[in-house]
């Protein structure tokens, strides 16, 4: 800033305003995404039920004080125990190792089909988002028969026909999700395409594809990593009804809805094999979906 | 507070108001000891750039500020009561009858669900106990003092279905209803096309002269708090700065922020050539930011070691007038502080550079056809910067994204440096993308938040200037960088962290990557602060003349169009109707909208009365272009039958000016020597 | 308005094509002829041949198709060859329990659901609000077989208080509660959790709305504010997430049928999916995609009617 010659006014300088660069930024978003996280309660408490399923599913060998499989004809049905924490099941099998070890076969199966569906979704949306026009209207009406439709009941008809292999829950389940994930994708992509700095790519000539992954994804990351989060809680709630209905995993596996779907003849005589598969099974769920409104809460902020 | 003498109704007195924002255990500053008093029957203008507090002065008086909001200290007193002592149910009755408010976007201050009239009713029925009948006469009076036709009908409609002009004084019928003392008026017009605008202020003025209300208005527009208001403070970082009679205020500011203020705006009489924009160095202080001294010395060209040490308190300049500066005396002999500029325009060859024949584009909403433009021929030379001037319906946004390829066009010719650009800009000749670019009206909008500064331009580098290799990237974007005055630690970060005025730096820069022969400006200045539009302009300007590059240059504001064009355009409806050299498009013989839009802009000039132009009836839908000259239905010069059934001619006007009427130049010229007879009942 | 009615029709039909497209499709694919399934594993395969051909079994696809799909618009659903009874009345039969059921959840959940929403918002941050939306956070996670298998073990093996399983129930209303009760439970815990959730954004979002800072500052009594400017756009986005439940109301009926015997269309389809009932199986998908899609049109229509931008168009 130069002075005024002459008549002794003086030009101050501006001091220069403190801007950081992009990675101490990033860092400092990211420092303030956990912290945001923290301060809230409903996630923590979330995020600890989660942390203890995952840790089970990996560790869950270590830590059972029975063979989950382990058949005993002579103590069958016996009530909760200090020898048996949670009784045992019509097969003499130790409840409590069974629902230590269910946790696993869900949370396989359950994150599996939910990543199936990410990535289909994902990729549909940007397309029928960002091109519109005749595909957005095809692909919209098929999406609307297929919601006519509840999931539990297109899973049904599938596996009915295609067979009960645990490979198969997972691709119903995943493909099942991708039109649901594409429709938030979409709507995502038709808020951003109409900013103008996507308008500034197209006048630079950048190509449908680099604009849909470069210019687009980027900013709709917030919304797809919470309809993940929720698409994960469904993906348990489908994956065990359909055990329970009897078309998933089959015996002697110790899935939490098989063991319900079991343990229902015997309720008269042994409330104890269905109650606790349940109360696991019901914990597991809640705690994700209080991650995933934490999280929710976080990214609307 | 002091025991006064006996108050009457409608005086507003606030003493020493501070007010905070808590955010997350941190309390943010934002008003620090305003004081101020509006006599009864007094208008009293506070003006202020976005963030220096007014809204929150507005609300503090309507005792309507958000929860984390915290009243530090202060008192509020109106017509002799404590506003902040008043409980709730007080104030309940209070508003809406007393005092009421009236603020921007009528579209969503209406309640969509509800008819007009039930809206107007609620106030009768609720402050003067009325029955279903008396409230819906006393509303229909209502709906006719703010000067719309066919009350009856208006009253059976919802929101939706009245023009933005419309809901706005439907709003000032509900909050006048009561016949209060006072008014708060939070931007009403911004938003508002500049003859709405100038309808509504008309309306204000017409409805002052009738209820003898007491006005606070607040705005960031200093042309309009100068026509409407007898008073006006003058806000900075939430410290009022100056204070005294709005004529003396504009005329002699005693406050080097608020000579600042003024001196940036572009008035209606300056050219690039000759005038230059002063711009106000640095940036507006953080919220809630802690400063030891005066509030503006960063800033200030004649700041001193004094003024960074204490902070002044407000000063007596004349009677009434009051500045909050130690050196307010010097303030008139603070030079200007650009010349203009000397450096030679860059030699530019004298030929046609964009070229558009009757272009038109059409859209289609499920079954109805809208012409959003309908066949306009225009001529562009190379270096020529286009000014492109009309209000909302009028087709200009269209027309410049059909210009630059965002959108296809339904028919017509584009030719651009030879080259046929009628398509959209994927695929053109990727030398026309290089060659005629865009900027963009929101920079916020216009880059894209996840990437940085960097990228963005090496991006732009790579595919319009086809720059590879990073190094050759970086080598040159330091140059594209120093020609917007962008230093290179504005590189590495995102957009985020920069402010509006450099965000906007970048997005230019962005566009002459590839040294364009043609730059698209949509509004490049209107979502800045006052005191960064200018440096923006004089970069637009430099830029130009620099490197010969020709704009088309659209804006609504019509001062900082003359004073950057050398041609201009003037849309109606999707029609050009009057085209021609900078001066003589806003001379008179001129086309009788572009008089009538002349006539909207309010002025600094408060001597000089000029008359009003009123247009009557509202905008037509562009679903439903009147026939023959679509500017008939409102025209004051309007002749008769032929303006209905004939589409007007081309007049020339001389060799750089034409304009489509029926009335030859010679005679409009005639015409327009003295205001036409007004419309009677305005609806717009 | 009648444009809108007609095009929401329009899209209705088109969906309903679609979904017999895909329901037809995936009948083919259930292992398991036909024939066979009627006669036995013990019949010769020439008879079983036979039969196929007489059933139509063997002409190609898109002509199976259309003769399937005009018979079933006709009203003959066939004969079931696991349960020898004709479809159309098993079916409708089944389907109007499972209407009863499922009304039975809704009259008793739907308005109390609305209502918490609304005084969430009403209590925004506070307490009550917290607590209403973690309470239906949770209700939307469990699935219904886990909250049913604990009501059936808890109230009705431990308590006795209910049956354990559920009959139709007759017209006495204490019967109702008696047989409907537990089953409509899970039900109405998943409903409570998405209407309370949306109803409660709903109105929050109006309440932010400056339509109500305009209301307020015209000093109108809170009362007044809330119900007349507030509940009326709320309302809007609440009535299409109530239609949307009762599409996952089917699916949710189907997992409560089963674990509770209900003969409902729910547990009808199951036992047609396992079973081998083709004819069964695509009059229960088809009866359940027509609920769904008839309770999106009444909610198209109803939001039309109170959006008045929609209604005067």
Redesign the interface.
Known sequence: ?AS?EG?G?E??P????P????RA?RRRRRRELLRALVRSK?FIVGAAILIFWVVDAIFWRAIVPHDPLGVDPIGTLKAPSSAHWFGTDNLGRDVFSRVLAGAATVLVIAPAATALGLVGGTTLGLITGFYRGWVDDVVS??V??????????IT???L???GRTTLNLILVIGIIFTPLIARTVRSAVLAERE???V?????????GIRIMVW?IL??ITGPITVEATVRL?YAI?AA??IS????GLQDPSPDW?LQ?AN??AY??VA?WM??FP??A??TL??G???VA?GLKRVVEE | MSAAPPVQTGAVEIDGLTVSYRRRQLLLRVLTDVSFTIKPGEAYGLVGESGCGKTTVAMSLMRYLPPNAVIESGSLSFGGDDLLAADERTLRRWRGDRMAMVYQDPGTALNPSIRIGDQIAEVFRFHRGMDKQEAREASAHMVSTVQISDAAGVLRRYPHELSGGQQQRIMFAMALATDPDLLVLDEPTTGLDATVEAEVLDLVENLRDQFNTSILFVSHNLGIVARMCERVGVLYAGRLIEQGNAREVFRDPRHPYTLALLRCVPRLGMRKDTDRLDPI???LPALGADMPGCVF???????RDRCVESPPELMPVSDGHMARCFFHE?VP???P?AAATQEDAAPVPDEVLLQVSDLVKTYKFSGTEVVAVGGVDVVIKRGEVFGLVGESGSGKTSFAKCI???IDVTSGELSFEGMDVSK???K?P?EA?RRL??V???PD????????VRAILR??LK??AGVRGRDQQDHQMNDLARSVRL?P??L???PS???GGLKQRV?IA?SFAGSPAMVLCDEPTSALDVSVQAAILNLLVDLQRRQGVSYVFISHDLAVVRYVSDSIGVMYLGKLVDVGSAEQVFASPHHPYTEALLSAIPTFDIDESRPRIKLSGTLPSATDVPSGCPFHTRCPRVLGEICRTEVPPWQEDGERHRYRCHIPPAELEELQKTAPEQAEDVVA | MTRYILKRLG?TV???V??SF?VFA??Q???GDVGRTILGPYASQQQVDALDKSLGNDKPLPVRYWNWASDFVKGDWGTSPVQNVEVRPLVLGRLKNSLYLAAFAMVLIVPFSVFMGVVAALKYGKLADRAI??IG??F???????IG??L??VFA??LGWFP?SSQVPGTNPVDWFRQLLLPAIPIMFVLFGYISRMARAGTVDALQANYTRTAILKGLPRRHVVTRHVVRNSMLPTITVVSVQV??L???L??VE??FAYPGIGQL??ES??G?DLPT?EAC?LM??LI??FANLIADLAYGILNPRVRLA
Do not use: K
């Open positions: 800033m005024v008549s006014l030009l101050t501006v001091p220069p305003a801007v950081l660069d992009v930024e409903t009406r098929i609307d028969a297929f919601l006519a439709l509840p999931l539990i009941v049904v008809l599938v009915a026909s295609l900013r103008e700095y308008a500034a790519a197209r006048l630079r000539g950048e190509r210019e980027p900013n809680a709630f065990t009804t329970f209905l009897g078309l809805g319900i343990g229902r309720m008269q409330w269905v109650i349940a109360a099974l019901g769920v809640v994700v979906n209080l409104d | 160095p640095g940036s010395a960063d800033r200030c060209p004649i700041a010097e002999d603070i030079p502080m630059v390829g965002l959209p800009a994927g053109r990727g993308r670019q865009m963009f009206q929101n909008n216009a880059l894209n938040p996840t990437h940085s991006r732009s595919l319009l230093e630690r504005h590495d970060v995102r962290a920069l402010s997005a962005r | 899209l088109i969906t309903l679609i979904v895909v995936a009948s694919l259930l292992p939306s973690i956070l949770s939307i996670a469990l699935p219904e077989f886990v298998v604990i059936i073990v093996v431990q354990t599409g996952y089917v699916g949710g189907l997992v089963t674990l389809t199951l999916a396992t081998h199986l998908v359940i995609a769904y899609c």
